[in-house]
């Protein structure tokens, strides 16, 4: 198997394979069964037995052109014709065209008296005619235990039908051999030990009151081959295998994106949206517009003239039409027009297998550009966790490979952690994005954010949005010191931020004022100085004059009297200078105060 | 089983005997159905002769089908083990298995003795 020796000069010889055209069979088996060689298929009853060795006769002479024999120890011809015409199935037809012989071979057990030693030759020469008789490559019999009722001498019967085996290996027909389940072994008389090369057991289980049958390869000689029990389901078109771990990861992707339908959802997805393809997951409690999101999503691809599929699990299409028409998102034009496609169904109305087949079916058949399951969680609800994520696997994965983009959405349980019930989901998502409910302040308010989106810059934000008539309204929550604040909240810490605005614009103006204030204080302060000044040196000047005529009087007076009384000259001598040395040192010291006063009066002049 | 075999010359094949009956109704229409001459068939036949002519004498026919030359018979009388003796007349069709080498058993199957 591995690369060396595939591309190696003498290629191993790989077992050659029968594809049984089952659904899912040959891709656990890689390729179906043993080519010319018998199969077993086991189980108890009403598990399917029957419907898969018909099925693999039927597909065998319809799609791979191999006819087959048909021979039943059970049912009359009739009476399989009609049993699988509910299926689709045509045997009448084929046998009319010559694809198929159905030989029924009947043993009354009362009629018949054995006598001695005895052959299978009888058998053996029926069955080499009817495959001789169409070239038959595939060979069914059902259920060669009857034998053991119908026939004595059990030992003669078991070396017969060791022959038996060998020879139609020899003959070279695939062969499938039915068996009923037995107690401690694959079939009650121990078919098995004939029939080595390949065993399917087929099984049917009840698990809380939902009935699932599994198909399980317990042997599968000369080959690689799925050993898990896989669920199968008998649906319209025949059996179809749903197996989950197969289907490798190799699906093609595309670089294209699609709009979500609300732009501000697409600005905070790197502009653009989700890619084409893509897986994603939208999770919220209930009343978060998980369904309204879902629906702009689908009115988007409608717009875009894409199909769109939508799986609703909790409201019928009118509800949703109806109320998507509230908030004005119109639906039903799309409806009409065959874009979109609507459907509703209980979820406890069958198992997980049987929704699962259904909802491939509807993909089969309207072949959508976009898938919507609303909600994903109550149909996981049906069967057990590891069910449950082995069915989304198996959806996203024939989804991916058909490029379809899928939206699922995830009811939260309300006090749960955020992330608990869709850990599980996650990993298989390209996209999450989470719906929440902020409580607060007496009201609730919806926000949303972008928890992961593989292969594109997302906005790490959280954004709150509104639900109005006309639609979904993304709008920035409030993001600051006090946390995220939504709704009125929200409205308040804008106005609240308004106002502060407003008055420091106020105190800003009111600094500008003071400060002009300031100023014109000073320059009043400044003129008063300067009429002090003026009018003081005015009077110091008028003084000055003064003192300056009275010394000189004085000094008149006084020569005038000393010539009188004939006084010395030098005591008139000694006063004089003195005296008029004073008045101008006075008079005087008021100039050096003039140049510093000056620049201040021209700055107030100014 | 080899189509050679079947070919050769068989006494047994359509000697089918019988005295000509005076009640036709009263005779007895036996097959054998045989693949080819193998010998449990032709120790089959021998002993259904026998016991024919002991218990039927002129009252029987027997007529024997070999599978091999026409294989689409074995699909009328539901014959899967060989040999086979079919009873189709006196009504009910009766059949029995084997080789006939428990005589007493074949009686009992052709509904010549009662079961005991």
Request: proline share 4%.
């Amino acid at each position: 198997m591995s690369p060396p020796r595939r591309t190696s000069a003498a290629p191993v010889q790989q077992l050659p394979k029968c594809p049984t055209g089952i659904q899912g069979l040959d891709e656990i088996t890689s390729g179906g069964l043993p080519r010319g060689r018998p199969t077993l298929v086991c189980g108890g009853a009403g598990c399917g037995k029957t419907l898969l060795a018909t099925e693999f006769i039927v597909r065998g002479a319809t799609r791979f052109n191999e006819p087959g024999v048909f021979m039943a120890f059970e049912e009359t011809e009739a009476e399989l014709t009609a049993n699988v015409a509910s299926l689709g199935f045509d045997l009448a037809g084929l046998v009319k065209s010559g694809k198929v012989v159905v030989d029924y071979v009947h043993i009354e057990p009362g009629e018949t008296q054995s006598t001695g030693a005895y052959d299978l030759e009888g058998l053996f020469v029926r069955l080499n005619y009817a495959i001789d008789s169409i070239g038959a490559k595939r060979v069914v019999l059902d259920t060669l235990e009857v034998l053991f009722a119908s026939l004595p001498n059990e030992t003669c019967l078991r070396s017969e039908l060791r022959r038996l085996f060998r020879w139609l290996k020899q003959k070279g027909v695939t062969a499938v051999i039915t068996a009923e389940r037995g107690r401690e072994q694959f079939t009650r008389h121990g078919l098995e030990e004939y029939v080595s090369d390949c065993v399917i057991v087929l099984d049917h289980r009840v698990n809380d009151q939902i009935a699932t049958r599994h198909l399980r390869v317990v042997k599968y000689r000369g080959t690689l081959h799925g050993t898990n029990e896989f669920p199968f389901l008998i649906g319209d078109e025949g059996l179809s295998v749903l197996p989950i771990t197969s289907l490798g990861l190799n699906h093609e992707v595309s670089r294209e994106r699609i709009a979500t339908g609300i732009p501000r959802l697409d600005a905070m997805l790197g502009g653009q949206g989700f890619f084409r393809g893509s897986s994603i997951l939208l999770t919220g409690t209930a009343g978060t517009g998980k369904t309204i999101i879902s629906s702009n999503f689908a009115h988007a691809a409608c717009k875009r003239g894409e199909r769109t599929l939508f799986f609703s699990f909790e409201e019928s299409p009118n509800q949703i039409v109806r109320n998507m028409h509230s908030i004005g998102l119109r639906l039903e034009p799309f409806v009409k027009r065959g874009l979109l496609r609507f459907r509703s169904a209980r979820p406890s109305l069958c198992g997980l297998e049987m929704h699962l087949a259904t909802m491939f079916r509807e993909i089969e058949a309207f072949k959508p550009a976009v898938v919507i399951v609303d909600p994903i969680t109550s149909l996981m609800d049906l069967g057990t966790t590891s069910e449950g994520k082995g069915m989304v696997t198996r959806l996203i994965d024939y989804l991916k490979a058909g490029q379809v983009t899928s939206l699922f959405t995830s009811l939260t349980q309300a006090g749960h952690a955020l992330q608990q019930s869709e850990a599980g989901m996650s990993s298989l998502m390209d996209a999450w994005i989470l719906l929440q409910d902020f409580e607060g302040n007496g009201e609730r308010n919806r926000v949303l954010y972008v928890l992961k989106a593989r292969g594109m810059g997302h906005s790490n934000q959280i954004r709150e949005f509104l639900i109005s008539d006309h639609g979904i309204d993304v709008v920035d929550a409030y993001i600051g010191a006090s946390g995220v604040l939504t709704g009125s909240a929200r409205a308040a810490q804008n106005s609240l931020e308004k106002a502060a605005v407003l008055a420091s614009q106020q105190e800003a103006a009111q600094l500008e004022r003071e400060v002009e204030r300031k100023r014109a204080t000073l320059e009043r302060h400044i003129s008063g100085l300067r009429s002090d000044y003026e009018t003081e040196a005015a009077e110091l000047r008028r003084i000055a004059e003064q003192v300056g005529t009275r010394t000189f009087v004085l000094g008149a007076e006084r020569a005038a009297s000393g010539r009188l009384r004939q006084a010395d000259v030098s005591v008139f001598a000694n006063v004089s200078p003195n005296v008029s040395a004073d008045v101008p040192a006075n008079a005087i010291a008021g100039v050096p105060r003039g140049p510093r006063a000056k620049p201040t009066l021209k700055k107030a002049s100014r | 089983m080899t189509p050679a075999a079947s070919k050769r010359p068989r006494p047994a094949t359509k000697r089918a005997t019988a005295a000509r009956p005076k009640d036709r109704s009263s005779v007895w229409q036996l097959r054998l159905y045989v693949t080819g001459q193998t010998r449990t068939s032709l120790a089959a036949f021998a002993r259904l002769h026998l016991i024919c002519e002991r218990e039927l004498k002129g009252r029987y026919r027997i007529t024997v089908i070999d599978l091999l030359e026409q294989p689409q018979l074995a699909k009328g009388d539901q014959i899967l083990a060989i040999p086979t003796v079919v009873r189709k007349l006196p009504k009910p069709v009766r059949t029995i298995i084997g080789d006939l080498s428990d005589i007493d058993r074949a009686l009992v199957g052709l509904d010549l003795r009662a079961a005991t």
